[in-house]
């Protein structure tokens, strides 16, 4: 179904006469990398010898992103010297070069932790609990100060592998124990570690659990996320999946204890939460190219392991369907056209109609924020605009329909347009490799990360028409982190409102002092808001971003 995103609030300015153009784009068959999707590579944190760390090579790094096109890297983080002791500050300080490494070479990581890699009656399979609790406080500054190049972290810990299964702890359900002789308690202490992990992340991070039923369980629902809590700071709507063993048998080897009723609601979970994995062995009646293809566009696959299973991935080059699943794995943005406008004077609105076709198995599942960008022919001075759609809500075919407020500052001229989506992390805002690149010819800037609408608007001066209502206002930081200040003439004589992109009213601490009003934004979560002006004769709202 087609989607229509409007500016919330906005006021629709009409002007008489307006000429517009409309833009045509032609699909690219090309095979690219984009952030947070395809196909990722393998790597653990294991030494050859009996202890010690393995560093990621960073030349091996870059060349995956140069030469195979791929943006992700799995990282093992194996704790299996540590089951009886803190985590020593040499490993901590291994894991930030680990990632460093990944940031130089313009990727992100899926990570886990564990603390065996086999298991049986002689081998040390996991730490207690408490053990556990103590090492996931003690990587929580690096996962914070780490989580621009973190895609997302799986549950872990847990279990030979971190699979949550063969386990020699009591306290989560014992060895070879199988789903359905878990107790209340056992799925309790489950909870506190994912909990902790959740805790342990910035809340624009999520955490993905092995086997559906686990979530169910342990968060006591078997109802599906709605659309309406997606993409909040609730646990539910931060806990996707993973599949350590996709298309492997008729029940993904226990990966599912019932596909009747764990079918639809991953289907539905997975619209709105990340989903990836690996395959674990050939089963021709599903690891078939058919089979798999619809089964990753059902479950909104996003990241899948190249390097495991060898003869499933072989089978997928051999039955022709390994570069479509390359390609669509994750996103895969297409223009196919838009409606824009000749030219628009200063006072006005400047009205975009972009339409968007996502042939790609899911949408991007963290955050990210999509951008006009406006770029001077003379000055080579670039001006951003901030949309309010929201491409984590980008299935199927999406069209954006905004008009847009001229920032400060631009001046008339002649102006190239372009769709930015960067990285909503500022370390990595300004860096093209982590912008989302659209499937089109003759679109892709890859020096600025910008995508050519193809056309040029010429901003004129005002045609003497005055908007008496609009305020001179200017809000401060941008993006706004702890606080948000107002400056503008007369502040203490109007009445402010705040609202988020739904339309709900957010209370906050504020105070006035002369043309400036401060507002305590800490208790806001990551994402677009709206501050509205009264004072009995005028009505004026603008929007402002708060990232912590």
């Given at each position: 179904?087609?989607?229509?995103?409007?500016?919330?609030?906005?006021?629709?300015?009409?002007y008489?006469?307006?000429?517009?153009?409309?833009?045509?784009?032609?699909?690219?068959s090309?095979?690219?990398?984009?952030?947070?999707?395809?196909?990722?590579?393998?790597?653990?944190?294991?030494?050859?010898?009996?202890?010690?760390?393995?560093?990621?090579?960073?030349?091996?790094?870059?060349?995956?992103?140069?030469?195979?096109?791929?943006?992700?890297?799995?990282?093992?983080?194996?704790?299996?010297?540590?089951v009886?002791?803190?985590?020593?500050?040499?490993?901590?300080?291994?894991?930030?070069?680990d990632?460093?490494?990944?940031?130089?070479?313009?990727?992100?990581?899926?990570?886990r932790?564990?603390?065996?890699?086999?298991?049986?009656?002689?081998?040390?399979?996991?730490?207690?609990?408490?053990?556990?609790?103590?090492?996931?406080?003690?990587?929580?500054?690096?996962?914070?100060?780490?989580?621009?190049?973190?895609?997302?972290?799986?549950?872990?810990?847990?279990?030979?592998?971190?699979?949550?299964y063969?386990?020699?702890?009591?306290?989560?359900?014992?060895?070879g124990?199988?789903?359905?002789?878990?107790?209340?308690?056992?799925?309790?202490?489950?909870?506190?570690?994912?909990?902790?992990?959740?805790?342990?992340?910035?809340?624009?991070?999520?955490?993905?659990?092995?086997?559906?039923?686990?979530?169910?369980?342990?968060?006591?629902?078997?109802?599906?996320?709605?659309?309406?809590?997606?993409?909040?700071?609730?646990?539910?709507?931060?806990?996707?999946?993973?599949?350590?063993c996709?298309?492997?048998?008729?029940?993904?080897?226990?990966?599912?204890?019932n596909?009747?009723?764990?079918?639809?609601?991953?289907?539905?979970?997975?619209?709105?939460?990340?989903?990836?994995?690996?395959?674990?062995a050939?089963?021709?009646?599903?690891?078939?190219?058919?089979?798999?293809?619809?089964?990753?566009?059902?479950?909104?696959?996003?990241?899948?392991?190249?390097?495991?299973?060898?003869?499933?991935?072989?089978?997928?080059?051999?039955?022709?369907?390994?570069?479509?699943?390359?390609?669509?794995?994750?996103?895969?943005?297409?223009?196919?056209?838009?409606?824009?406008?000749?030219?628009?004077?200063?006072?006005?609105?400047?009205?975009?109609?972009?339409?968007?076709?996502?042939?790609?198995?899911?949408?991007?599942?963290?955050?990210?924020?999509?951008?006009?960008?406006?770029?001077?022919?003379?000055?080579?001075?670039?001006?951003?605009?901030?949309?309010?759609?929201?491409?984590?809500?980008?299935?199927?075919?999406?069209?954006?329909?905004?008009?847009?407020?001229l920032?400060?500052?631009?001046?008339?001229?002649?102006?190239?347009?372009?769709?930015?989506?960067?990285?909503?992390?500022?370390?990595?805002?300004?860096?093209?490799?982590?912008?989302?690149?659209?499937?089109?010819?003759?679109?892709?800037?890859?020096?600025?990360?910008?995508?050519?609408?193809?056309?040029?608007?010429?901003?004129?001066?005002?045609?003497?028409?005055?908007?008496?209502?609009?305020?001179?206002?200017?809000?401060?930081?941008?993006?706004?982190?702890?606080?948000?200040?107002?400056?503008?003439?007369?502040?203490?004589?109007?009445?402010?409102?705040?609202?988020?992109?739904?339309?709900?009213?957010m209370?906050?601490?504020?105070?006035?002092?002369?043309?400036?009003?401060?507002?305590?934004?800490?208790t806001?979560?990551?994402?677009?808001?709206?501050?509205?002006?009264?004072?009995?004769?005028?009505?004026?709202?603008?929007?402002?971003?708060?990232?912590?």
């Amino acid at each position: 179904m087609r989607k229509v995103f409007t500016f919330l609030g906005a006021l629709l300015f009409i002007y008489g006469g307006a000429q517009t153009t409309t833009v045509t784009y032609t699909e690219s068959s090309a095979n690219f990398p984009n952030p947070e999707r395809g196909f990722y590579k393998y790597s653990d944190t294991q030494s050859s010898s009996t202890s010690g760390y393995n560093l990621l090579n960073q030349s091996s790094l870059t060349n995956y992103r140069t030469n195979q096109n791929i943006t992700l890297v799995f990282r093992y983080f194996y704790l299996n010297d540590f089951v009886n002791s803190a985590i020593p500050q040499s490993y901590l300080n291994n894991m930030q070069t680990d990632f460093n490494r990944i940031r130089n070479a313009g990727l992100k990581s899926v990570i886990r932790f564990a603390y065996s890699d086999d298991y049986g009656d002689d081998v040390v399979l996991d730490a207690t609990k408490t053990r556990m609790l103590e090492h996931i406080n003690q990587i929580k500054p690096i996962l914070i100060a780490n989580a621009d190049v973190i895609a997302v972290m799986q549950a872990g810990f847990i279990g030979a592998w971190g699979e949550w299964y063969y386990t020699d702890q009591a306290e989560f359900g014992g060895w070879g124990y199988n789903e359905t002789n878990l107790t209340p308690t056992n799925y309790a202490h489950r909870k506190n570690i994912t909990d902790a992990i959740l805790n342990a992340l910035p809340n624009t991070r999520a955490v993905q659990i092995r086997y559906p039923k686990m979530k169910q369980q342990m968060y006591n629902t078997t109802a599906p996320l709605p659309p309406s809590q997606a993409y909040t700071n609730s646990s539910l709507a931060r806990i996707g999946h993973h599949n350590d063993c996709f298309l492997s048998s008729n029940t993904d080897v226990g990966t599912y204890s019932n596909v009747n009723t764990e079918y639809p609601y991953l289907d539905q979970e997975t619209q709105f939460l990340p989903m990836g994995g690996e395959t674990c062995a050939v089963f021709e009646s599903r690891t078939n190219c058919t089979t798999a293809q619809f089964e990753m566009a059902k479950f909104h696959w996003s990241y899948l392991n190249l390097d495991y299973h060898p003869s499933v991935i072989n089978g997928w080059q051999t039955g022709d369907c390994y570069q479509d699943i390359q390609k669509n794995l994750g996103y895969r943005f297409v223009l196919t056209s838009s409606i824009l406008p000749q030219s628009v004077s200063l006072e006005n609105q400047l009205s975009v109609t972009i339409n968007i076709e996502n042939v790609g198995y899911a949408a991007p599942f963290n955050e990210r924020y999509a951008y006009i960008v406006l770029k001077n022919l003379a000055t080579d001075d670039v001006f951003s605009i901030l949309l309010d759609s929201d491409p984590r809500l980008w299935h199927d075919e999406v069209t954006i329909s905004e008009n847009l407020t001229l920032p400060d500052g631009i001046i008339p001229g002649n102006y190239d347009m372009y769709l930015h989506l960067p990285d909503a992390y500022e370390s990595l805002a300004n860096r093209p490799e982590y912008a989302i690149r659209f499937a089109n010819n003759n679109v892709w800037e890859s020096s600025t990360g910008y995508n050519r609408l193809n056309h040029k608007v010429e901003i004129t001066e005002t045609l003497g028409i005055a908007d008496n209502n609009r305020l001179k206002v200017i809000l401060h930081p941008v993006p706004a982190n702890n606080e948000l200040i107002v400056e503008m003439d007369a502040a203490t004589d109007y009445n402010f409102e705040i609202y988020n992109s739904l339309g709900q009213q957010m209370k906050l601490q504020s105070s006035k002092n002369g043309n400036k009003v401060s507002f305590d934004t800490q208790t806001l979560t990551n994402g677009v808001y709206f501050i509205q002006f009264e004072n009995g004769e005028t009505n004026d709202s603008r929007r402002f971003i708060v990232r912590h």
